[in-house]
């Protein structure tokens, strides 16, 4: 186990193993989104952020095959800044799993996701309409610092918990547009 993973470990609930994953990503501010036709996948994605929890619901629908992923996802965040977010925990569930789920109370975030390796570039739906934020996942902290912004970064919010989807799906529009003007963005 390295040092940065001992580290970690201190601060979580667990450690990484063979269920949970040390997550690691930066997230930026976006002006707008790149140029939506060099997107090399494209992906609606719901979230259901379940009430009381760290659980989060997901559908994705794949646009480019049709196909459809279904995921019960655990996040246990860090208490630290930087491009460790904590640990994930992925759970791939058939529709019959998923559908259950579906009954527990929840708040629901829509967006679609465009890729744009090694990015991908979050467009909101409303209420959240005109919140673009790119994000890159890396396997060491090195790979996560070496990272330069993306073109039209307006800035970086790894470190803003405002911007993580936890926190976006309970976010009202009159919330959302002061957060933007703080960045000059105009949706």
């Known amino acids: 186990m390295t040092e940065q993973q001992q580290d970690l470990g201190?601060?979580?609930?667990?450690?990484e193993g063979k269920y949970a994953r040390v997550e690691r990503e930066r997230r930026f501010l976006l002006a707008s989104p790149p140029a939506?036709?060099?997107?090399?996948?494209?992906?609606?994605?719901?979230?259901?952020?379940?009430?009381?929890?760290?659980?989060?619901?997901?559908?994705v629908e794949l646009r480019d095959s049709g196909g459809v992923e279904l995921k019960l996802t655990q996040k246990v965040a860090a208490d630290?800044?930087?491009?460790?977010?904590?640990?994930i925990t992925n759970i791939y569930l058939s529709p019959d799993e998923y559908d259950r789920l579906l009954a527990l109370p929840a708040a629901t975030l829509r967006k679609t996701r465009y890729s744009f390796p090694p990015?991908?570039?979050?467009?909101?739906?409303?209420?959240?309409?005109?919140?673009?934020l790119a994000e890159a996942e890396f396997d060491s902290d090195e790979e996560a610092s070496a990272f330069p912004p993306p073109p039209?970064?307006?800035?970086?919010?790894?470190?803003d918990p405002r911007f993580t989807g936890g926190r976006l799906v309970r976010t009202e529009r009159p919330e959302l547009l002061v957060w933007l003007a703080e960045f000059v963005v105009s949706p």
Do not use: N
């Open 119 to 132: 990015l991908g570039v979050d467009v909101f739906d409303a209420p959240l309409h005109g919140l673009v």
């Open 152 to 159: 039209g970064t307006l800035a970086e919010v790894t470190d």
């Open 80 to 87: 630290r800044p930087g491009p460790v977010q904590g640990l």
């Open 36 to 59: 939506l036709d060099s997107a090399t996948a494209v992906r609606r994605v719901t979230d259901r952020y379940l009430d009381g929890t760290r659980l989060r619901l997901r559908l």
């Open 10 to 15: 201190t601060q979580l609930p667990f450690r």
